[in-house]
């Protein structure tokens, strides 16, 4: 897999080692292993070149010459008894989708306490993440807490900035009023090793560490409320975890009262165990991090707490060598997932190109995507639904004509914020930072049909 910068030809070490030399050829190898021909349904292509784009604008089937036996011939399926309801009440995927699963980086971190495992972008569709999907990042390990012994409490820092202190067993939370809504959460590292140019060959491993799912829970905001804050004096919150690592966030009072949830559901079910059950924070818009599971406090403060993990962790190296700290929103961002990194088209003609774009400021207004390398834009389209801080599904449609291409796509917001490319990133960001790249992707599409990882400035 080629990862190259094609306007200076030059391979920079990356400010963080993300991946070892061992684990980038071990993630190789699992990319051509594990590689689902791009798009199955691309058979058409493949027995049609390029004619397929006239036969599919016509909505026909594609004849196959001699007949198709798994037509012709009537399968086992069709003349026999299948098998009862799942025998463990909890259904699982088909055997044959078995490789579609949560991946760990090889050289990320060698302990089983602290580990990242990544969405498989490249075969999902539409804007939902299945729960045994979403991306995990641990600081301490993951525990299944059990509910009944679970408390949350709420209190100030001093008693002014709260009225009535109070600790919430589960039980009283989830019979408050709930919302559900559908809401991405992005670690602040996603895409971290574009930054040094590190050759990481697939959509999973460049962007996999973002997921979208209906989260259910009540607004902050209403226990806040049945406490007495004071918003007037009250400034900040801190969220702290149950979890061995003492994770704790300061966010914004605004923020608090605005959209953040205490959640408790994710796609129709409990939380995970390793996504916090049995409760956890959500913070539409901001890193991932700051969605703090296995919640156990909230405290209202009057000025930014400066937690070991945004104190040391989680911020920005900038040119000038400061630090930039609190950086929390997950700017307007976009990826193509098919084609992308490890995927080959099967031939010349027909696709369907597909990705997704999501923005921690508002909903996504357009995405625009490239075959040159940024030199030419056209409109891709939007599907529904299109919500606030939520992943958007986009498609578009290409007829290739065998000859290499660079793929790319751009988003813009609903602020009007168009994201950029790398180059134009590192000009006001550097080349030392692990956090918040937001910066356009490319893949490089060889005649083979083979696609791989470059950058384009």
Same mark, same amino acid.
């Given at each position: ?52 784009? *006239? ?16 037509? $012709?011939? $009537? ?16 259904? =699982?995927?088909?055997?044959?989708? @078995?490789?579609? /699963?949560?991946? /760990? ?27 045994? $999907? ?54 602040? *590292? ?29 607004? $902050? ?11 007037? /004096?009250? =400034?900040?919150? #801190? ?39 049995? #409760? ?13 599971? &296995? #919640? ?31 950086? @929390? ?13 490890? /995927? ?6 027909? +696709?369907?190109? @597909?990705?997704?774009? &999501? ?17 030419? &834009?056209?409109?891709?389209? #939007? ?5 606030? =801080? *939520? ?22 917001? @609903?602020?009007? +914020? ?40």
């Amino acid at each position: 897999m080629n990862h190259e910068n094609l306007h200076s030809g030059k391979i920079q070490k990356a400010p963080e080692s993300f991946l070892s030399k061992e684990g980038i050829k071990m993630v190789a190898l699992e990319a051509r292993q594990g590689r689902r021909d791009f798009i199955r349904s691309a058979f058409v292509a493949a027995a049609t070149g390029a004619g397929a784009s *006239a036969v599919m604008a016509q909505g026909n089937p594609v004849p196959v010459d001699g007949g198709d036996p798994n037509i $012709l011939n $009537l399968p086992d399926h069709s003349k026999g008894l299948g098998q009862g309801v799942a025998t463990d009440g909890y259904g =699982k995927p088909s055997k044959f989708e @078995s490789n579609v /699963q949560r991946r /760990q980086s090889p050289g990320l971190t060698q302990t089983t306490q602290s580990s990242v495992s990544f969405a498989p972008l490249q075969s999902l569709f539409g804007i939902v993440t299945p729960s045994g $999907l979403h991306f995990e990042r641990h600081h301490q390990g993951w525990w299944d807490v059990d509910p009944s012994g679970h408390r949350l409490m709420l209190n100030g820092s001093d008693p002014s900035l709260m009225k009535t202190p109070k600790v919430f067993t589960m039980d009283e939370i989830m019979r408050m009023p709930c919302v559900s809504r559908f809401h991405f959460i992005e670690c602040g *590292a996603n895409s971290g090793m574009e930054w040094g140019n590190v050759a990481v060959p697939t959509v999973q491993y460049t962007h996999g560490m973002i997921s979208c799912s209906e989260f259910t829970g009540v607004p $902050l905001a209403t226990l806040l409320d049945l406490c007495g804050v004071d918003l007037k /004096q009250g =400034k900040y919150i #801190l969220a702290e975890g149950a979890d061995g690592s003492g994770m704790t966030r300061t966010i914004p009072i605004e923020a608090a009262m605005d959209d953040v949830l205490v959640v408790w559901g994710m796609n129709g079910e409990m939380l995970r165990p390793e996504n916090g059950y049995p #409760l956890r924070l959500l913070v539409p818009g901001a890193q991932g991090v700051s969605s703090v599971k &296995w #919640l156990r406090r909230i405290e209202v403060g009057d000025q930014p707490y400066a937690s070991k993990d945004e104190a040391v962790h989680y911020i920005d190296l900038m040119p000038n060598g400061l630090h930039r700290q609190y950086a @929390s929103i997950q700017e307007c961002k976009s990826v193509i997932t098919t084609p992308s990194g490890g /995927q080959q088209l099967l031939n010349k003609g027909f +696709y369907n190109v @597909s990705g997704i774009a &999501w923005s921690g400021r508002g909903t996504i207004k357009r995405v625009d995507v490239s075959m040159d390398g940024g030199k030419n &834009w056209r409109e891709a389209r #939007l599907e529904g639904p299109i919500l606030t =801080k *939520a992943i958007t599904r986009f498609n578009i449609n290409w007829d290739w004509d065998g000859s290499p291409a660079i793929l790319q796509s751009r988003a813009i917001d @609903s602020t009007g +914020y168009v994201q950029p490319p790398i180059n134009m990133l590192r000009e006001v960001r550097g080349t030392r930072s692990i956090y918040h790249n937001n910066a356009i992707q490319s893949w490089k599409l060889d005649a083979n049909g083979e696609v791989s990882n470059v950058q384009v400035g």
